[in-house]
């Protein structure tokens, strides 16, 4: 695989045959630090993300592809459609966008600034055409996450308490069309 930054970032839906990937990712010592905690069976995967994938559930889950790769998880959905995440971060408003890097080999070289800002403009704010801003969480010791999203344009609201874990929210306005 090449070293170089990323060029052109594309994107589609996950799709089931893509849970034994999802599984290999959350397994990986960096995703497991400040994203799933804890391992993951393919049939406790399936359960978690089946229904986002069938349509069951509100939220639209991608991968993030470059070169063919895919390298990436990311999801989105409208804050109304999940009150206790409303009431867990003090929002009442817009969409909140999750992701995270599975490919070790796209770390800490601008894959994830490009795939954020790339998801942004092309898939979650037209998919969610009437929200006008966009929220994202991290963990407050994820310092290259917060960086990441500090880049893209979000800017730090308040912290609050997810699970027992201090969460950073940004926020970031829809850009002008």
Known sequence: MSRSAPHEIDFRLVEEMD?????????????RKFY???PATPEEI???YGPMVR????????LAISGSVPFAYLQCYRNADYPEWCDTASVDD?????????????????FGRAALGAYLRRIAFPHY??????????EAANTAALRCSHA??????????ENGVEMMLLAMEKPAA
């Open 19 to 31: 849970f034994p990937t999802l599984t290999a990712w959350l397994a990986e010592p960096h995703v």
């Open 129 to 138: 055409g009437g929200e006008m801003r966009a929220y994202i969480a991290h």
């Open 94 to 110: 817009g969409i909140s966008v999750d992701l995270f890097i599975g490919d070790p080999a796209h770390l800490h070289r601008g």
């Open 55 to 62: 349509g069951d559930e509100p939220t639209i889950c991608h």
């Open 46 to 48: 399936a359960a978690e």
């Open 152 to 161: 893209v344009g979000f800017r730090r609201l308040h912290t609050f308490q």
């Open 36 to 38: 799933q905690k804890t």
